[in-house]
T-cell receptor, first 115, second 116 residues
Framework: AQSVAQPEDQVNVAEGNPLTVKCTYS??????LFWYVQYPNRGLQFLLK??????LVKGSYGFEAEFNKSQTSFHLKKPSALVSDSALYFC?????????????FGTGTLLAVQP | NAGVMQNPRHLVRRRGQEARLRCSPM?????VYWYRQLPEEGLKFMVY????????ESGMPKERFSAEFPKEGPSILRIQQVVRGDSAAYFC??????????????FGPGTRLLVL
């Protein structure tokens, strides 16, 4: 069965510092991995995805993620955090097998950036 | 280029009433997914539809919940005889191709259902 784990419920970082939001996955076959961000009372906005190729994926708003096959991880990173980055971040993996392309989400990590 | 649209954004129902949630996918998208986000939880897959077809409903509760995506018009998620435990945010997502696992799903703003 496919699954995604986000081990941190909350990450606190000071504005201007680098940030990392962790994600590990468990899949059979090649993983298709996604990061989304959710602002309060809003829908999910797509940030980036890993399908194949370079392990470092660049996405929206200056975010990037590093795919590490040996550690089964797909951590989200940003070199310099902004207060406006404060939001709920979800890692997801695409379901594998059968007719579905459903996304399987982690439980989310709340990012709080202090000014 | 309009994104995924959902209405209503907020819906209040009393126990036993019916709730109808609508989703219009992005232009050019023909695949719709419904997810539910319970308080303090992540999103859980409910159902995957194409026009006039339910492809995967493995995440749908066995009773009271149904979904459709007619040839014309939006996709509808219907909850009959709502109970307090149905209170949640319901999100719709669309994507352009069924068998492209690499395709991105784009989400709507959600419908927040409150059952009194």
């Amino acid at each position: 069965a496919q699954s995604v784990a986000q081990p941190e419920d909350q990450v606190n970082v000071a504005e201007g510092n680098p940030l990392t939001v962790k994600c590990t996955y468990s899949v059979s076959g090649n993983p298709y991995l996604f990061w989304y961000v959710q602002y309060p009372n809003r829908g999910l906005q797509f940030l980036l995805k890993y399908i194949t190729g370079d392990n470092l994926v660049k996405g929206s708003y200056g975010f990037e993620a590093e795919f590490n096959k040996s550690q089964t991880s797909f951590h989200l990173k940003k070199p310099s955090a902004l207060v406006s980055d404060s939001a709920l971040y979800f890692c997801a993996v695409r379901g594998y097998g059968g007719a579905t392309n459903k996304l399987i989400f982690g439980t989310g990590t709340l990012l709080a950036v202090q000014p | 280029n309009a994104g995924v649209m959902q209405n209503p954004r907020h819906l209040v129902r009393r126990r036993g009433q019916e709730a109808r949630l609508r989703c219009s996918p992005m232009k050019g998208h023909s695949h719709v997914y419904w997810y539910r986000q319970l308080p303090e939880e992540g999103l859980k897959f409910m159902v995957y539809l194409q026009k006039e077809n339910i492809i995967d409903e493995s995440g749908m509760p066995k009773e009271r919940f149904s979904a459709e995506f007619p040839k014309e018009g939006p996709s509808i998620l219907r909850i009959q005889q709502v109970v307090r435990g149905d209170s949640a945010a319901y999100f719709c997502a669309s994507s352009p191709r069924r068998d492209g696992r690499q395709e991105t799903q784009y989400f709507g703003p959600g419908t927040r259902l409150l059952v009194l």
